[in-house]
Every structure is written in C-alpha cells, then in structure tokens.
C-alpha cells in the first residue's frame, strides 16, 4: 500500500487539528488556574488584614479563644474551598485531555487496522507469520493504554474520596465552634 499525498495531507490537518485541542485545554486549563490563583490572593489578603485588625482589637486575653474559634473556621473552610476548586480545575483538564487522547487512540487504531487489511493483502507469500505477530504487539499496546487510563481514572476517585474526607474531619471543628 503506498499512501497519497491526500492521506499525507489529511493525517498532517488531523494532526495539527488534535496538537490545537490540546493547546486550547492546556492554555484554558491555564488561564482558569491564574484566575483561581488571584481570587484567592486577594481573598486571603483581605480576610487577612479583617483578622489582624479584629484581633488587635482585642483587650482581654480571655476573649481569645472566643476570637479564635470565630476566626478558625472560615480560614478551614476556605481552604477547603481552595483545594476543592483546584482539584475541580485538575479533574476537569485531566477529563478533556482524556476525551482527546482516547479519540485520538480510537482513531490511530482505526488507521492501523486499515493499513493491517492492506498490508496482508498486498504481502508477499511467507509472511503470514508476521501479521499474527504485529497484531499482538498492538493488542498488548492497547491493554497498556487501557491499564494506564484506568489507573489514572482510580486515582482521580481516591483523590475525589481524600478531598471528601478532608472536608468531612473539617466540619466537627464548625460544631464545635458553635
């Protein structure tokens, strides 16, 4: 089989096609990160110079336990918030980047089975052996693709479990509080 210039030119578009989705998710990906970044600064700075300010006002040590558990939980509750939110911006790129790559393996392995039908029809006599062979090794490099993306998929689950515990152990400290 020997490819066209039409083919040539297709495989280069489609490929061009899937490096732009990726930048775009990426610079996206990016861009969401930085303004989550500077919400936050700026939040942490004002909530910050609010406490400073509350607690410079305090006249009795006996009022600084009161102070802090008042103080305590928003600052946990915030960080929280913040990780819950960075964890969203990870989970949501990890997901498009993953839509992207199985559709790029999907359409990879199409193109190899099509090049596979054509190379056995046109092979030369003796080498029947070889197509058995080749089809393994892309089986095994589909099962190592599908090992990784489940892997990667188990791992986004006990950080979602971790994320959902943390905030759990930071609730008692809310009723405690009050």
Same mark, same amino acid.
Not at 74 to 96: F, G, M, N, Q
Not at 139 to 162: C, D, F, H, R, W
């Given at each position: 089989? +020997? &490819? +066209?210039?039409?083919?040539?030119? =297709?495989?280069?578009k489609?490929?061009?096609?899937a490096?732009?989705?990726f930048a775009?998710?990426?610079a996206?990906?990016?861009?969401k990160?930085v303004?989550?970044q500077?919400?936050?600064a700026?939040t942490?700075f004002?909530d910050?110079?609010?406490?400073?300010?509350?607690l410079?006002?305090?006249?009795?040590?006996a009022?600084l336990?009161?102070? +802090?558990?008042?103080?305590?939980?928003?600052v946990i509750?915030?960080?929280?918030a913040?990780?819950?939110?960075?964890?969203?911006?990870?989970?949501e790129?990890?997901?498009?980047i993953? =839509?992207?790559?199985? !559709?790029?393996v999907?359409?990879?392995?199409?193109?190899?089975t099509v090049?596979?039908?054509?190379?056995?029809?046109?092979a030369? &006599?003796?080498s029947?052996?070889?197509?058995?062979?080749?089809k393994?090794?892309? !089986?095994?490099?589909?099962?190592?693709?599908?090992s990784i =993306?489940k892997?990667?998929?188990?791992? =986004?689950?006990?950080?979602? &479990?971790?994320?959902a515990?943390?905030?759990?152990?930071?609730?008692?400290?809310?009723?405690?509080? +009050?």
């Amino acid at each position: 089989m +020997t &490819a +066209t210039p039409e083919q040539f030119s =297709a495989l280069g578009k489609a490929q061009l096609d899937a490096a732009l989705r990726f930048a775009t998710v990426a610079a996206e990906s990016a861009e969401k990160l930085v303004d989550l970044q500077l919400k936050t600064a700026r939040t942490v700075f004002s909530d910050g110079a609010k406490n400073v300010k509350s607690l410079s006002e305090i006249k009795d040590v006996a009022e600084l336990p009161a102070w +802090t558990g008042a103080n305590l939980q928003p600052v946990i509750d915030k960080a929280t918030a913040y990780a819950r939110s960075l964890y969203d911006l990870a989970a949501e790129a990890r997901s498009e980047i993953s =839509a992207l790559l199985e !559709g790029q393996v999907a359409e990879f392995n199409k193109q190899v089975t099509v090049a596979m039908d054509a190379a056995v029809k046109s092979a030369p &006599a003796g080498s029947e052996a070889v197509i058995p062979a080749l089809k393994s090794v892309i !089986g095994t490099a589909n099962s190592v693709y599908e090992s990784i =993306a489940k892997a990667g998929k188990q791992l =986004a689950a006990m950080t979602e &479990a971790n994320l959902a515990a943390a905030a759990q152990t930071a609730s008692p400290v809310k009723k405690k509080s +009050t």
